[in-house]
T-cell receptor, first 115, second 113 residues
Framework: GDSVTQMEGPVTLSEEAFLTINCTYT??????LFWYVQYPGEGLQLLLK?????DKGSNKGFEATYRKETTSFHLEKGSVQVSDSAVYFC??????????????FGKGTKLTVNP | DAGITQSPRHKVTETGTPVTLRCHQT?????MYWYRQDPGHGLRLIHY???????DKGEVSDGYSVSRSKTEDFLLTLESATSSQTSVYFC????????????FGPGTRLTVT
């Protein structure tokens, strides 16, 4: 079945550092890909998405490019802030599996940014 | 803001008691979902609904049942709570566009003692 693998955390960075969180996926079809962010004590918020190969999703300085050849959707930000401290989840939805109703999530990566 | 509320937000209950969690949405979305979040597991789908009275199982449905008698409400019931069901429960709706993204409620923290 479909699956998402993202880098193990936790990740600790200093303010203004460059961030990469790796995400790779396995899917039999052509999934849509998502990054969600969860701040402490809150629900998940959609951060960005990409629906086809070579699409780049972006929001709040974060970017991720849908790479079909490497089945990856890595999250990047050029200069992190303390307020970016959160847990980040990579997810996919694969319509060809008859499961377009469902999202498959990675296990999450906790990011802590120190001043 | 997708207009999703969950109640209660926190609950402590004893093993063997029934528990019902409520998800309420205000924007007439067809698809609704229940997930549980546990450390090291990410989010796992329990049940979902694709319309009034139309529901299906997710990957961790054992011990849970759901009902949807109105578009706006999706109920999750633990018939006889166990300690393994201590978790944070999130409700979600599928957005109106064609990209299958979901929007989440604030969560319910359930502790079974």
């Amino acid at each position: 079945g479909d699956s998402v693998t993202q880098m193990e955390g936790p990740v600790t960075l200093s303010e203004e550092a460059f961030l990469t969180i790796n995400c790779t996926y396995t899917a039999t079809g052509y999934p849509s890909l998502f990054w969600y962010v969860q701040y402490p004590g809150e629900g998940l918020q959609l951060l960005l998405k990409a629906t086809k190969a070579d699409d780049k999703g972006s929001n709040k300085g974060f970017e991720a490019t849908y790479r079909k050849e490497t089945t990856s959707f890595h999250l990047e930000k050029g200069s992190v802030q303390v307020s970016d401290s959160a847990v980040y989840f990579c997810a996919l939805s694969d319509p060809t599996q008859g499961g377009s109703e469902k999202l498959v999530f990675g296990k999450g990566t906790k990011l802590t940014v120190n001043p | 803001d997708a207009g999703i509320t969950q109640s209660p937000r926190h609950k402590v209950t004893e093993t063997g008691t029934p528990v019902t969690l409520r998800c309420h949405q205000t924007e007439n979305h067809r698809y609704m979902y229940w997930y549980r979040q546990d450390p090291g597991h990410g989010l796992r789908l329990i049940h979902y609904s694709y319309g009034v009275k139309d529901t299906d199982k997710g990957e961790v449905s054992d011990g849970y049942s759901v009902s949807r008698s109105k578009t706006e409400d999706f109920l999750l019931t633990l018939e006889s709570a166990t300690s393994s069901q201590t978790s944070v429960y999130f409700c979600a709706i599928r957005g109106p566009g064609g990209d299958y993204e979901q929007y989440f409620g604030p969560g319910t923290r359930l502790t079974v003692t």
